[in-house]
């Protein structure tokens, strides 16, 4: 059965902006790494939660075209305790925010950023009578 969500997956083009932002900026735990069989630089892990891990894949060469209504991944979401300190703590490290602080039509709060890479992250204060909060 299934018990829980355990990474999501990013090939990122410059691994040292992309630990910069999540470790330094976003305060996540740079958790581990794995090379590859010759022994390179494969996979970066950094955790958001017990055994839940955003993977950075090393090497990402080609950028997608941004195309409306595009087909599969279309944002990472990071639950947060307060969604004005989070904007805040992006602005004040030079992170522009693609939209401000606001309450979305899900009952949450949100504001959203882009990563180095441009993949779009949702941050989620999720607040009493959102479906978010049901077990």
Sequence with gaps: MIIGLAHVAITVKYMDRSLYFYRDILGLKHAFHVNDQEGNPWIEYVQVGPQQFIELFHGGKNESESVDQQIGFHHLCIRVADIH?????????????????KKGVGKNYQCWVKDPDGNRIEFLQPEEGSPHMAE
């Design 85 to 101: 300190e989070i904007a805040n703590h992006l602005t004040s490290h030079g992170i522009s925010l693609d939209v401000a602080p």
